[in-house]
Nanobody, 123 residues
């Protein structure tokens, strides 16, 4: 059974940092694209950051460029999201996702999703 389990969310003051982790199990994702989405109350789920399977290409939403960094450890089957200079507008539930095809993942149609982890940034 394939599972993606996020961790690392919490409450932080504006300007602070958090590191989210996504642990994958049930298969190897080294050749899959993996990424992070977020959903704030009353808003649609939006793309945050992604890493195509080759590992050489990473992508970010304009709103987080320069502040967030995605990384993956294929040996541990994990993908991480380092979030710095957090803002109140970053408050959302953050989801990890995986798919063999990058275009599918970036459309929020990934094959697998985690349950999400709450990130709350206070002003």
């Amino acid at each position: 059974q394939v599972q993606l389990v996020e961790s690392g969310g919490g409450l932080v003051q504006a300007g602070g940092s958090l590191r989210l982790s996504c642990a994958a199990s049930g298969r190897t994702f080294s050749s899959w694209s993996m990424g992070w989405f977020r959903q704030a109350p009353g808003k649609e789920r939006e793309f945050v950051a992604g890493d195509s399977w080759s590992g050489g290409n990473t992508y970010y939403a304009d709103s987080v460029k320069g502040r967030f960094a995605i990384s993956r450890d294929n040996a541990k089957n994990t993908v991480n999201l380092q979030m710095n200079s957090l803002k109140p507008e970053d408050t959302a539930v953050y989801y990890c996702t995986a798919d063999p095809r990058w275009p599918t993942l970036v459309r929020a149609a990934g094959a697998y999703w985690g349950q999400g982890t709450q990130v709350t940034v206070s002003s």
